[in-house]
């Protein structure tokens, strides 16, 4: 069995990064999302490492053994594309494959918009790139979907992460379970008065991807770094999109492919669909859109055989 090996590295970003690593060969960085860490890339480091290809996944900014800085304001998304640019430097390597889940993805499009000479091809699961829109988003998104839409949700401080952490086992296993495939369904609108949790009921059971070892794993890595600093990368939302003025719908000109499942409350909600088929529009190499029945949010945890099998279908014709 390949091994998954661990250690800190300087990005030239200045953050110290923890890493898990397998194989060696073209690089290949795995950008994880939304309560994740590196540990969500579990199958793919070893298929990746076993095809021929350097795999490796970090724990990204505030995230789990990495960790990151105390200010709100140090969570753009030019310091995630930093980490990561940074992180192939880091590596000793003048390109990567950059695959990037969740909330991930968007690091992934922008690290393939910023700096398309340091990314040799991009993935994304789960969220389409989607043009920068005209006006700040966060208000948008109060006048279209309103308050409870988790992303608003989520600017609050203190709020949302006092949730997780009152209970961070049942937090992990009712939000995996909740927005899979397996799961009812989730609108992503928290009630008045309520929490994000209340949106993901208690399992009877869990669905044969996730297991009680997966659930503890995320507890133990989010032991120390907590949430504080991923649910700072939603509340540079408006800031973003005040950085990127000078990309404002720049193209993506390196090979892309994107990946979905049809159930997954991101990218099969209409809208989401819209973008995701006008896609090709902004991202005019895109190779190929992916859709996986019956796959909800988890896109690479839920369906690892699939996913490792179309990653490195798209690797090898690169």
């Given at each position: 069995?390949?091994?998954?090996?661990?250690?800190h590295?300087?990005?030239t970003?200045?953050?110290?990064?923890?890493?898990?690593?397998?194989?060696?060969?073209?690089?290949?960085?795995?950008?994880?999302?939304?309560?994740?860490?590196?540990?969500?890339?579990?199958?793919?480091?070893?298929?990746?490492?076993?095809?021929?290809?350097?795999?490796?996944?970090?724990?990204?900014r505030?995230?789990?053994r990495?960790g990151?800085?105390?200010?709100?304001?140090?969570?753009?998304?030019?310091?995630?594309?930093?980490?990561?640019?940074?992180?192939?430097?880091?590596?000793?390597?003048?390109q990567a494959?950059?695959?990037?889940?969740d909330?991930?993805?968007?690091?992934?499009?922008?690290a393939?918009?910023?700096?398309?000479?340091?990314?040799?091809?991009?993935?994304?699961?789960?969220?389409?790139?989607?043009?920068?829109?005209?006006?700040p988003?966060?208000?948008?998104?109060?006048?279209?979907?309103?308050?409870?839409?988790?992303?608003?949700?989520?600017?609050?401080?203190?709020?949302?992460?006092?949730?997780?952490?009152?209970?961070?086992?049942?937090?992990?296993?009712?939000?995996?379970?909740a927005?899979?495939?397996?799961g009812p369904g989730?609108?992503?609108?928290?009630?008045?008065?309520?929490?994000?949790?209340?949106?993901?009921?208690?399992?009877?059971?869990?669905?044969?991807?996730?297991?009680?070892?997966?659930?503890?794993?995320?507890?133990?890595e989010?032991?120390?770094?907590?949430?504080?600093?991923?649910?700072?990368?939603?509340?540079?939302?408006?800031?973003?999109?005040?950085?990127?003025?000078?990309?404002?719908?720049?193209?993506?000109?390196?090979?892309?492919?994107?990946?979905?499942?049809?159930r997954?409350?991101?990218?099969?909600?209409?809208?989401?669909?819209?973008?995701?088929?006008?896609?090709?529009?902004?991202?005019p190499?895109l190779?190929?859109?992916?859709?996986?029945?019956?796959?909800?949010?988890?896109?690479?945890?839920?369906?690892?055989?699939?996913?490792?099998?179309?990653?490195?279908?798209?690797?090898g014709?690169l």
């Open positions: 069995m390949t091994e998954i090996t661990h250690r590295v300087q990005s970003s200045g953050l110290r990064m923890h890493i898990a690593e397998a194989g060696t060969g073209p690089l290949v960085l795995l950008l994880h999302g939304f309560p994740e860490c590196w540990y969500s890339w579990r199958h793919q480091l070893v298929a990746l490492a076993e095809a021929g290809y350097r795999a490796v996944a970090p724990d990204q505030g995230y789990a990495t990151g800085p105390p200010r709100v304001e140090e969570y753009t998304i030019l310091h995630l594309v930093g980490d990561a640019v940074g992180l192939i430097d880091a590596l000793g390597e003048e494959v950059v695959v990037g889940h909330w991930g993805a968007p690091v992934a499009w922008a393939a918009q910023l700096r398309p000479d340091r990314v040799r091809g991009v993935v994304s699961m789960s969220v389409p790139h989607r043009p920068r829109s005209s006006r988003p966060v208000a948008a998104l109060r006048e279209q979907v309103g308050e409870g839409f988790y992303m608003v949700y989520f600017q609050q401080p203190d709020v949302p992460e006092a949730e997780f952490d009152r209970d961070r086992t049942a937090a992990f296993r009712r939000l995996l379970y927005a899979s495939g397996d989730l609108t992503p609108i928290v009630p008045d008065g309520g929490g994000f949790l209340d949106l993901c009921p208690e399992p009877a059971g869990l669905p044969g991807w996730l297991t009680d070892d997966d659930i503890a794993a995320y507890v133990r989010y032991e120390d770094a907590g949430f504080t600093g991923p649910l700072n990368w939603y509340r540079n939302l408006d800031r973003n999109w005040e950085l990127t003025a000078a990309w404002h719908r720049a193209p993506i000109t390196p090979p892309a492919l994107f990946i979905a499942g049809d997954d409350l991101v990218a099969a909600a209409p809208r989401a669909r819209d973008t995701v088929a006008g896609m090709r529009t902004f991202v190499d190779r190929d859109t992916v859709w996986l029945p019956g796959c909800g949010h988890w896109t690479q945890q839920e369906r690892p055989d699939e996913v490792n099998r179309i990653l490195i279908d798209f690797l014709a």
